[in-house]
């Protein structure tokens, strides 16, 4: 009499076993939104005028002599709604009843949608600086370039643009509070193998980052010349690009330094419309539709808040 193997209760074995989750896909941390200044004063129309006035002028004075009076200079800041987005997801009817995971996948339309407008919009934040500033120049202000080259070997960062940076922004006197560097993984890389910093008896001050490295999540774990470091995935990138007669490796990395104060944000952006999500049934296609929906502008609001360094790319 026959047994009851694998053999003999081939047709009872399933050939495949189905998980009864579905896997999600890493996510990294968004942060740009944190350093725009949003306005909420934008009642209607597409485009947002700010003026702005100049310092006074001073002259000497001679006893007895009229005075003269000087007018303030003043310009106008304009930026607009530029962007109007969408993400849309349906599911028919008749997935909902063959699918086996109709439902999970359903359930992750507008958590998705979402994450897609936000990494868009981090996108979009993360190239203020370069669509600000003018391509192939120093951006100089006040004498002093905000706009430069790494200055290490083939264009990588060295110690020595943290301090240009600091420099930068002195000279154009943004307040020296809560400075922040947001630069690629390939940066921390570079400073993770810098030997003028991982020896600890060269520098005694970053003793430790030899064992654990000099990040942790996506902070820096030290504050360098001030700069509290951030890396990010989301930095614009340049395909060529000379200044001052140096030319920045191909497809340089736009990597920001800048003081995020929130009485000097960098950035200014509105929505017109903050992410909306609309969902129905579509009778005539016999599906379940959900979209998302939103409309916002940005743009480079302080340029003496800024300093860009072009880095090279990692392999």
């Not at 944190?34 to 700010?50: A, C, E, H, R, S």
């Not at 006035?53 to 001073?58: N, V």
């Not at 809560?178 to 005694?204: K, Q, R, Y």
């Not at 990395?253 to 992410?275: C, E, K, T």
């Amino acid at each position: 009499m026959a047994g009851n193997t694998v053999a003999t209760l081939a047709l009872a074995k399933r050939a495949e076993v189905w998980s009864a989750e579905l896997k999600e896909i890493l996510r990294d941390e968004l942060q740009g939104m944190k350093y725009v200044k949003w306005l909420d004063q934008f009642p209607d129309g597409d485009t947002f005028k700010i003026p702005s006035l100049g310092d006074a002028t001073l002259n000497d004075y001679s006893e007895d002599t009229s005075v003269t009076y000087d007018p303030i200079d003043d310009a106008q800041f304009t930026f607009s709604i530029t962007e109007y987005l969408q993400a849309g997801n349906y599911i028919t009817n008749k997935a909902m009843q063959d699918v086996y995971y109709a439902n999970e996948i359903m359930s992750q339309f507008v958590p998705l949608q979402e994450r897609a407008l936000m990494e868009r919009l981090e996108t979009d934040i993360m190239k203020l600086a370069q669509t600000g500033q003018t391509a192939a120049n120093p951006n100089a202000i006040n004498g002093v370039a905000h706009r430069m080259i790494g200055s290490g070997t083939g264009g990588v960062i060295a110690v020595e643009d943290f301090a240009k940076a600091l420099r930068a922004l002195k000279t154009g006197k943004v307040p020296q509070r809560n400075l922040v560097a947001i630069v690629d993984p390939s940066v921390e890389f570079e400073m993770n193998t810098l030997s003028a910093l991982t020896s600890v008896s060269n520098n005694p001050r970053w003793e430790g980052i030899v064992n654990t490295g000099i990040a942790s999540g996506m902070s820096f774990v030290a504050n360098i010349y001030g700069f509290d470091v951030y890396t990010s995935n989301y930095l614009a990138t340049k395909s060529s690009e000379t200044i001052s007669g140096s030319a920045a490796p191909a497809n340089a990395i736009n990597n920001l330094f800048f003081s995020a104060d929130q009485a000097v944000s960098p950035f200014v952006g509105a929505w017109r419309q903050m992410p909306n999500v609309d969902t129905e049934y579509n009778k005539d296609y016999q599906r379940t539709e959900f979209v998302t929906t939103a409309r916002y502008g940005m743009k480079l609001y302080r340029p003496e808040n800024m300093v860009s360094v072009l880095t090279k790319p990692m392999a």
